[in-house]
């Protein structure tokens, strides 16, 4: 594994918020200064690829990066853009449900739920 992608993949186990890549340069660059963003977008396609990072594609809006490669669950805040883990067990059962109603054999799913986070929530209550 290069240092560049040693440090990219080590950047991404560190932290829960899900970045995106420009947050992975900034927090590289501090460690590896002539990083480029290039570099950063190669590795992640790379650690991808092989499975050891997820990409989390929300439309043409933003893609964020996930460290934590086995399924699991997220909440998309509407009004900051955040993206949190959801502790909740991932319901293996649905890729069978699947192939019982005739619409083929499903590896994984992905399960995102949408709305407005704590945060934003008790800040819209404080504005009001």
């Avoid at 993949?9 to 560190?14: E, F, K, N, R, T």
């Avoid at 955040?82 to 799913?109: C, F, R, T, W």
Wanted: aromatic share 10%; glycine share 8%; charged share 25%.
């Amino acid at each position: 594994m290069t240092k560049q992608k040693k440090l990219i993949a080590d950047i991404l186990q560190g932290t829960t918020s899900h970045p995106t890549a420009d947050w992975i340069y900034e927090q590289a660059r501090k460690e590896m200064s002539d990083i480029s963003l290039g570099t950063v977008y190669r590795n992640l396609k790379v650690l991808v690829d092989a499975g050891e990072v997820m990409e989390l594609n929300y439309g043409s809006t933003f893609r964020r990066f996930d460290g934590n490669s086995v399924n699991h669950y997220h909440f998309v805040c509407e009004g900051c853009d955040s993206v949190y883990d959801i502790d909740l067990p991932v319901l293996e059962d649905l890729n069978q449900k699947i192939a019982e109603l005739g619409h083929g054999q499903a590896g994984y799913h992905r399960l995102e739920f949408y709305g407005i986070c704590q945060k934003c929530c008790e800040i819209g209550k404080k504005s009001n």
